[in-house]
């Protein structure tokens, strides 16, 4: 084996090694998540909201808890369906049938490949053994591919994708909010309420701190995620694609050639709709909403079938 082979081979043996550190991590990180939503919210009620009270600041404190709660609650359940919902896979029923009428509206584009029929493009999964519609990926951290993969995420030990994006967002959604409305909280009681820090008990004065500062450091992180993931929903796109899209973009402008389009770009209400799986005439507040039920759409999605999914 050359130097060239070797350092293959070591790049590979790293990469196996980081995977394998990502799902072992995922238990601990998952835990983590959770006891520091808690611990923020629990914090941000026992010590904040209860000093804005006693100082006679009663509807606030009001507001603040029904906020903390709803927003801790959401983030909890969604953190946990996230990590608990699969993110869905060609070999799902009804991804399988969506990939069928995919072959079927086009014969002549259809092979075999591994001892299945495959269509629009012929991309398989070897390591899966199944086709691989667009903007479907390989997690070698899950080994299995992902429909409409946006990323495998250890804060969710899962890969988040079409089955499951939804409770990811929401999590993002329902942290960034509480954590922002926590820190703030806990500014304004420094700021403007405690006018007197050295009457203030030690262990308020500490906890309002905590609060400030790990609520506001949490919120920074999500705010950045949050709004990239915003952003990518409205044009309805994913992150690996994003940039694989980019590198095409880059390649077609150094050829002096038009740059390709996003093919899955619906519009940012069709795209928001699409995501979330909602299409009633409310879904501009029940994409929000905590829902049991994922994703019900087959994830499946051709480029020349255009952006909808099948």
């Known amino acids: 084996m050359g130097v060239t082979g070797r350092i293959t081979a070591a790049c590979a043996c790293v990469e196996r090694g980081c995977d394998r550190a990502l799902a072992l ?43 903390m709660v709803t927003c801790a ?10 990590a608990w919902i699969k993110p869905g896979s060609p070999k799902d029923g009804r991804a399988r049938r969506a990939i069928e009428r995919a072959g079927r509206m086009d014969d002549g584009e259809r092979g075999v490949c591994g001892g299945e029929d495959y269509a629009r493009g012929g991309r398989y999964c070897e390591l899966c ?17 992902v429909l409409k993969m946006d990323h495998h995420c250890p804060w969710v030990m899962n890969c988040v994708g ?6 990811f967002f929401n999590f993002i959604f329902f942290g960034s909010v509480g954590c922002a409305w926590a820190a703030g909280s806990g ?31 949490v919120f920074v992180a999500l ?29 077609a402008k150094a050829r002096g ?25 409310y879904w501009y507040i029940a994409w929000c909403l905590p829902r049991l039920r994922a994703h019900q759409g087959s994830g499946v999605y051709y480029a020349d079938l255009g952006p909808k999914a099948l």
């Open 25 to 67: 991590c995922g238990p601990l990180l998952f835990a983590f998540g959770e006891s520091l939503v808690a611990s923020i919210a629990y914090v941000a009620c026992t010590t904040t909201n209860v000093t804005l009270g006693e100082r006679g600041y009663g509807v606030s404190k009001m507001v603040s808890d029904v906020i």
């Open 162 to 167: 079409a089955r499951n994006y939804r409770y």
């Open 257 to 281: 050639v038009p740059a390709p389009k996003w093919a899955f770009d619906q519009g940012r209400v069709k795209n928001w709709q699409e995501a979330f799986d909602e299409h009633g005439k």
């Open 73 to 82: 609650g959401n983030c909890a359940f969604n953190h946990a369906m996230c």
């Open 129 to 145: 053994d199944t086709v691989k519609p667009d903007m479907t990926h390989h997690c070698s951290v899950c080994r299995r591919c």
């Open 223 to 251: 705010a950045f995620l949050g709004g990239w993931q915003a952003y990518l929903v409205t044009v309805g796109n994913t992150t690996i694609d994003y940039y694989d899209h980019s590198d095409l973009v880059k390649a």
């Open 187 to 217: 500014a304004f009681l420094l700021l403007y309420v405690i006018d007197d820090p050295n009457r203030v008990p030690y262990e308020v004065f500490r906890n309002v701190i905590y609060v400030v500062i790990m609520a506001g450091a």
